[in-house]
């Protein structure tokens, strides 16, 4: 589904120039979800902006659902992609009401809102309502008025409304306190799962990243330094991990937190074929 071949991006930072992304290789098939972590600068958000199309690569190719886009615009790209970031206001429009945001999301690649009425409006208020928070009930409120949590709930309802082909998450629950983290972390799950969306989720949470999705891959300055399958990393303590960055020459103890249960995506993993196993590991 989604292929990163090759990737290479460097910035100019007065005279010195800052490679972001080295020679980066990634393949994830459809309904895959792989998490990415690695210390900052690391390249990972970098990595997100090349494949949504924010920046274009020096070298290499992104290929989605068959198709090379690496010179499509961000607009172009906007139907098969859905992004969250880590700032619960920024994925949605604060003064339109929750209804016209939905609306909107729904409507994706296609110009003017178009009337709400009958099956479509039912249709949204249904899907918004699967988020458990009551929102079915406020459609007329505008999303100013929401709560952080509910926001960021509302924003990835709205980027995987139209069951895009790709959805990048950058840190999404980072902002939120812990109980709405993992009540947003949830709803994220289960909309991934029953749209079988193909999924890179950036998380600076190494328990997170061994918890979710099947695939953990490991960024340091620009590189890709593991990528492990499910069979791989499902063994794996977040101490384990530690110690990998460390063998590879990261020492960054801000990485090490408190470990959290697993949230169903890595027991889910176990029953898919095809799994990755450990596919690279080098020296940074």
């Known amino acids: ?38 210390s900052n600068g690391a390249g990972k958000t970098t990595l997100l902006n090349v494949i949504a199309g924010t920046c274009r690569p020096d070298r290499g190719r992104i290929k989605l659902a068959g198709q090379d886009i690496t010179r499509w615009p961000v607009h172009k790209r906007a139907s098969l992609i859905g992004r969250v970031y880590q700032d619960p206001l920024r994925g949605t429009a604060a003064q339109m009401t929750v209804l016209e945001n939905l609306a909107l999301a729904s409507r994706k690649g296609r110009r003017g809102l178009g009337p709400l009425v009958g099956r479509r409006r039912l249709a949204l208020r249904e899907a918004v309502a699967q988020l458990g928070m009551g929102l079915e009930k406020r459609l007329a409120e505008r999303v100013a008025h929401l709560s952080g949590g509910e926001r960021q709930a509302l924003t990835v309802l709205m980027a995987t409304l139209t069951r895009p082909k790709l959805l990048l998450l950058d840190e999404h629950t980072a902002a939120l306190d812990p109980a709405n983290a993992e009540r947003v972390l949830k709803i994220t799950e289960d909309l991934v799962r029953e749209n079988r969306i193909t999924t890179v989720m950036v998380t600076h949470r190494m328990d997170q990243a061994l918890a979710v999705g099947e695939r953990l891959v490991m960024m340091h300055k620009g590189r890709v330094l593991l990528d492990l399958g499910y069979e791989a990393k499902r063994g794996l303590r977040v101490e384990d991990l530690v110690a990998l960055f460390r063998k590879v020459g990261v020492a960054d103890d801000a990485l090490l937190l408190a470990e959290l249960p697993g949230n169903g995506w890595a027991a889910s993993a176990a029953a898919k074929e095809g799994s990755h196993g450990l596919v690279q590991i080098r020296a940074a």
């Not at 292929?3 to 910035?11: A, H, I, M, R």
């Open 1 to 38: 589904m989604l292929e990163v071949v090759g990737v290479t991006k460097t910035f100019a930072l007065g005279a010195e120039r800052v490679v972001a992304l080295e020679d980066v290789n990634l393949a994830l098939g459809e309904g895959e979800v792989a998490t990415v972590i690695g």
